[in-house]
């Protein structure tokens, strides 16, 4: 988040600040899932980046939504953490070795980038509370669920099937 490179004058541009950086943050993963999806070998983790795209193209839309209700046209502000969580991401797609253990990466990165989502999420609608945009705080709240929900999805495909094939395999390989 670019904070210093913006006026911050009042409440309210620090909330169009957020839902720039937000803005730039999932459209950088509209570009970034189909590669986490290509990139896993888990049939189940595969669908869960392939759902979330779906749900991201959704979360771009609420955004736009959000603009929209202040009167203003979508803006991206440069997310460099999101930025940095992608390459992240990108180191374990291109990363050799065990494919469990590989998706076992994938779901570590992008759970990195669920949780500065939800933390940005729900920055931004307590923001949108505190200047009494009703309709921005509902829509930003319902994407917050969600990235939740995504986050939580990928910690049961982790503990129920990635995670145990990667150990299992590293202990056969360890004796």
Known sequence: MALFRTELSSLHDL???QIEDLYDA???LVEA???MAEAASSPQLKQAFQSHLEETR???TRLEQVFESLAQEPKRETCQAMKGLIAE????IKAKGDSAVKDAALIAAAQRVEHYEMAGYGT???LANQLAYERPA????QTLEEEKAADQKLTNIAESSVNTQAAARAGATAR
């Open 15 to 17: 909330f169009r600040n």
């Open 26 to 28: 999932e459209q950088r």
């Open 33 to 35: 899932l189909p590669k």
């Open 58 to 60: 959704g979360h771009v």
């Open 89 to 92: 991401g990108e180191e374990a």
């Open 124 to 126: 931004a609608r307590t």
């Open 138 to 141: 509902s829509v930003l709240q």
